[in-house]
């Protein structure tokens, strides 16, 4: 209904591993945002890509990398996972260029590290 | 400290029962304030804006005190849908116009 759409819905991942989650942002928004929820926590902060380059970062360690394609959709990669990556993770896109248009989160990926 | 502090609740509360939230935010230079709703193991959703001369929209009431780095959500005439868990969030100045700093949440649990 936000026209953000996010792939896989679930999944799970053995300690160690790599994961792709996939982002498809709504139609004519140009800046997508990742954010890690776990349980009993807010939304934090991963990474904003705009226009296909990364603009702004939360502190979060390098095995978290991502990508935005040209088509403004992106993908969030997570490298030698942990049990602590374990979470909800959300995706937000949104148009930049105006500052009071609403920013739209889709319904998530969950991922569980075992 | 975190950024964005809320009281967990739970907070439970009959039908028709007036509930307030508070949050109070650490980074003076932050430039939008918004409350979200989120539903149990569903994607967050923008509920209102939050501005200094204070908005309402229906039975609910946003307010924001800058000098305190207070905001606070009033509902009102409460009803068994508006259970859910209430983000407090904060856009900063710098770090991407998508950054938003969120709270952990509070509970409600409106009850019969």
């Known amino acids: 209904e936000t026209g953000v759409t996010q792939s896989p819905t679930h999944l799970i991942k053995t300690r160690g591993q790599q994961v792709t989650l996939r982002c498809s942002s709504q139609s004519g928004h140009n800046t997508v945002s990742w954010y890690q929820q776990a349980l009993g926590q807010g939304p934090q902060f991963i990474f904003q890509?705009?226009?296909?380059?990364?603009?702004g970062r939360g502190n979060f360690p390098p095995r978290f990398s991502g990508l935005q394609f040209p088509n403004y959709s992106s993908e969030l990669n997570v490298n030698a996972l942990e049990l602590d990556d374990s979470a909800l993770y959300l995706c937000?896109?949104?148009?930049?260029?105006?500052?009071?248009?609403?920013?739209?989160f889709g319904e998530g990926s969950w991922l569980t590290v075992v | 400290r975190k950024e964005v502090e809320q009281d967990p609740g739970p907070f439970n509360v009959p039908e028709g029962a007036t509930v307030a939230f508070n949050c109070t935010y650490s980074?003076?230079?932050?430039?939008?304030f918004f409350w979200y709703r989120q539903d149990c193991r569903k994607e967050p959703k923008l509920l209102m804006s939050v501005y200094s001369s204070g908005n309402e929209d229906g039975r609910f009431t946003a307010q924001l005190n800058r000098a305190s780095q207070y905001i606070s959500l009033l509902i009102r005439d409460s009803k068994l849908s508006d259970s859910a868990t209430y983000l407090c969030?904060?856009?900063?100045?710098?770090?991407?116009?998508?950054?938003?700093?969120f709270g952990a949440g509070t509970r409600l649990a409106v009850h019969p």
């Open positions: 937000a896109s949104s148009l930049a260029e105006n500052s009071g248009n609403t920013i739209y």
């Open positions: 980074n003076s230079a932050s430039q939008s």
């Open positions: 890509y705009y226009r296909e380059e990364e603009n």
């Open positions: 969030v904060v856009r900063p100045f710098s770090g991407g116009y998508n950054k938003l700093i």
